[in-house]
T-cell receptor
Framework: AQKITQTQPGMFVQEKEAVTLDCTYD???????LFWYKQPSSGEMIFLIY??????QNATEGRYSLNFQKARKSANLVISASQLGDSAMYFC???????????????FGTGTRLQVTL | GAVVSQHPSWVICKSGTSVKIECRSL??????MFWYRQFPKQSLMLMAT?????????EQGVEKDKFLINHASLTLSTLTVTSAHPEDSSFYIC????????????FGPGTRLLVL
């Protein structure tokens, strides 16, 4: 069975500093995808970044980068130069089979609440 | 691109009534839509997977007669909470995937349901 673990219920970071949000996963399938979503207080889920299990390089999207360590089964999100608007819940998710023909289901971690301070 | 809308954004209803929530993909065709439920301070739990033109696939423990899902077109899926009760109060979020990029789900803004 697939499982996503986020061990940090809450994190604080000062504005302009970098922060790492932890995510570990468990799956026996060699093909999988990992996602990070941001959920502000308004409730919408905002897609941030995606990493495929066969991708050779770590994914990056602007200030977001994914530190993918396959052997450790970790996919930590790094946010550089934090901004006040980054304060939100962050969810790590994994794509689970089946993959072919139809879109895949996602299983989510419990989330990390990030608070950016002045 | 890849915008998903939901309507209504919030709804309050009396116990025993039915509530319909719409999920629309505005600028792409969504062959698959997903419905999630989120309780306060908790994660998203998948309720069902909806494929256009076919019956929805429900997750274990989700009552299909309670939560009716219809995916009649490539841009619209609806979730109807039938005979709603206070325990159905929750945040319901839909997501959609398009054929070209099936690995990514784009989420709607969610619907807050309060059953009195």
């Amino acid at each position: 069975a697939q499982k996503i673990t986020q061990t940090q219920p809450g994190m604080f970071v000062q504005e302009k500093e970098a922060v790492t949000l932890d995510c570990t996963y468990d799956t026996s399938d060699p093909s999988y995808g990992l996602f990070w979503y941001k959920q502000p207080s308004s409730g919408e889920m905002i897609f941030l970044i995606y990493q495929g299990s066969y991708d050779q390089q770590n994914a990056t999207e602007g200030r977001y980068s994914l530190n993918f360590q396959k052997a450790r089964k970790s996919a930590n999100l790094v946010i550089s130069a934090s901004q006040l608007g980054d304060s939100a819940m962050y969810f790590c998710a994994m794509r689970v089979p089946p993959y072919t023909g139809t879109a895949s289901k996602l299983t989510f971690g419990t989330g990390t609440r990030l608070q950016v301070t002045l | 691109g890849a915008v998903v809308s939901q309507h209504p954004s919030w709804v309050i209803c009396k116990s025993g009534t039915s509530v319909k929530i719409e999920c629309r993909s505005l600028d792409f065709q969504a062959t698959t839509m997903f419905w999630y439920r989120q309780f306060p301070k908790q994660s998203l739990m998948l309720m069902a997977t909806s494929n256009e033109g076919s019956k929805a696939t429900y997750e274990q423990g989700v009552e299909k007669d309670k939560f009716l899902i219809n995916h009649a077109s490539l841009t619209l899926s609806t979730l109807t909470v039938t005979s709603a009760h206070p325990e159905d109060s929750s945040f319901y979020i839909c997501s959609a995937s398009n054929q070209e990029k099936q690995e990514t789900q784009y989420f709607g803004p969610g619907t807050r349901l309060l059953v009195l």
